[in-house]
Structure formats: C-alpha cells, structure tokens
C-alpha cells in the first residue's frame, strides 16, 4: 500500500476501552485493551483521571509492557465540578491558581515520563448566558494561564484543541481565528493547536485549511481524527461521513510535513460499538485514505485542477483514486 513519509503512529481513546470491563477498570486496563488492536502503537492519557491508580513511572511501565509509546498527556479539568465555571477563568482566583498548578503537576508527570506534547481542552471556560461574563477579564486570565503553563517546562509543548462549545453554551476560544490570537498574545515558541476533525467541522471550518492556516500562524501539535455530521461532536469512525475531506486534510497534512501521532477520538461507547474493532476500523480506513492520499500527493492534473479552481476537475480526480475509474 501507497504511504506517506514520515508515517504517524496511530493512538486511540483509552476511555472508549472500558466498555464490557467488569468493575471499575484502571487506565492499565484500558491500556492493555488498546495494545490488542494491530496500527495502535501509541497512547494519550488524561491527567489527573489515568494516575489514579498508578504513578508516572507505573504509567511508561504499562505502557511498555502493552507495545504502546506514550504520545502525550491531556489535562482534563471538567471531572472536578470546583472547575465547573472555568478553570483558567474561574471568577475567583484561588481556583484559577489551583487548575494552573494542576496543569504544572501534569507537565511534571509527562516529563517524567518522557514526553513531550500536553493538550489543552478548555471547554468548561466559557460562558452559558448574556452578562455572566467580564470578556476581557476572561480573555486576559487565559493568556496569562497559558504562558504560565508554557514557561513552566519551555522543553514540553503545549497544544490547545479548540471547540465551539459543550460543556458551555459557548467557549471562550471557540474557532481557529480566536485561538491564534489568543497564541499570538501567548507569544511561546512552544505553543500550538490540536486539529480535532469533527470540532473544526462543528466550527464550520474545513479540516484541510486549518491545517494549512496553523502551519503559517503557529504550530500544529496534534491530529485528533474522526468524523461528524457538523452539528455536534459526533466522535464517529474516521472517514465515515466526510472522506474527501479527510484525504484533503491528510494531503495538507504530507504538504505541511506533518509527522505526530493520528489519534482517534471517536466515540465507540455512545453507539455501544465494540472497542476494539471499532479502533481496527479506523486503523484500516486512515491507512487506506492516507494510501489515496500518497497517490493524489503526485498527482499534476489535481494539482493543475487546483490552480484553476476547477472543482468539477477536482471532483472526478478525487472520485477516481477513491472509488476507482469507470
């Protein structure tokens, strides 16, 4: 099969792996499972949630004995309702100095355990009604958090995934053009964005442009794959709704010289899908539209097409290194 230089590892949801479980699985447990699915040679853990249980140097032991490499850390602050009005915007500042120093505690156990990338999904900063929030105040909290966190370990990049909204009505960083900005006033070379393809639909963004924008603004850090019908975060199986743009984004992707970790962030255990084939299955259609992709990569009439802006072109170019040639 066709590939892409520099090949990404592929990671999957942990979470997803504790359907059928018996008890109160640990993040070894689910770790273990995801070691079961052939592609799936790296893994994201949550913190604080998957050291419950085991500390950074059980954690790279686990890991190890699964075949798994860690990819990175994400901080995860919503499963403490003493961050339910925000963390980094919490209206009292005890806590925002609380969900910063658990950010510090998180980079500390990734550097322990020799990684390297942390996301940051701030979903629970945000806003539900008209005058609940000071924007300016909120806005320059943010960035003050987030160069503290990214000056606490400069060797450590930090990722911000963004999101219209949920758990908040709306985010306080809910789109592309608001993260850069927010970045931009971060000013850290060790910043950047998290791609979340069903988030950037969600935006009504395409997937492809944010890659290309993130290359020439900032840094893209990380590739959360999956699929969606635009008006939620469906987390669905990759490629199952929008293929042509997933072969787009993983086109931007070679174009741009994006060489990180795929991770799956789909949602098996809404749909009560089996885990484990539901990680096989998005193994199987990344590799097969990143082959469509490696094809398209050379391809002087798309390239041509593109110039022209000729999508009808495009259109049967695309169709044909998908679904074959009539």
């Known amino acids: 099969m066709p590939d892409l230089p520099n090949r990404p590892r592929y990671a999957a949801r942990l ?3 504790r359907i059928g ?3 109160k699985p640990t993040a ?3 770790i273990a499972r995801a070691g079961q699915v052939a592609g799936i040679d790296a893994a994201d853990l949550n913190y604080p949630d998957h050291f419950e249980a085991h500390t950074p140097a059980q954690m790279s032991d686990v890991l190890s004995g699964a075949g798994l490499a860690l990819n990175g850390l994400a901080m995860r602050y919503y499963t403490d309702p003493g ?3 925000g963390a980094f915007t919490h209206p009292e500042a005890r806590v925002r100095r609380a969900a910063i120093d658990l950010t510090r505690r998180g980079l500390d156990a990734l550097a322990a355990m020799g990684g390297r990338i942390m996301t940051l999904w701030l979903g629970q900063d945000g806003v539900d009604y008209s005058f609940q929030g000071d924007y300016a105040a909120m806005w320059d909290a943010t960035v003050a958090a987030l160069a503290e966190v990214a000056d606490h370990n400069p060797a450590l990049d930090i ?4 999101k219209p909204n949920e758990p908040r009505a709306f985010a306080l960083l809910p789109d592309l ?3 850069l900005l927010a970045l931009a006033e971060v000013n850290r070379p060790n910043t950047g964005i998290t791609l979340d393809f069903a988030h950037v639909l969600y935006a009504g963004e395409i997937p492809a442009q944010v890659a290309s924008i993130v290359a020439r603004k900032s840094r893209l850090l990380g590739v959360h794959l999956n699929d969606g019908y635009g008006k939620r ?3 669905l199986m990759v490629g199952s709704v929008h293929p042509m743009q997933t072969v787009e984004l993983f086109l931007e992707l070679h174009r741009i010289g994006y060489d990180g970790v795929i991770y799956f962030d789909t949602f098996p255990d809404h749909g009560g899908l089996d885990p484990v084939a539901e990680a096989a299955a998005n193994v199987q259609m990344a590799d097969r539209l990143r082959a469509v992709a490696a094809r398209l990569a050379g391809s002087a009439a798309l390239a041509g097409a593109i110039r022209r802006q000729d999508a009808t072109a495009s259109l049967r170019i695309v169709a044909d290194a ?3 040639g009539a």
């Open 15 to 17: 979470n997803a792996f």
């Open 21 to 23: 479980l018996p008890g």
């Open 28 to 30: 070894a447990d689910m």
């Open 83 to 85: 961050f339910r009005l």
């Open 159 to 162: 990722a911000v995934e963004y």
């Open 177 to 179: 053009g608001m993260n």
């Open 233 to 235: 975060d469906d987390g």
């Open 322 to 324: 998908l679904y074959g």
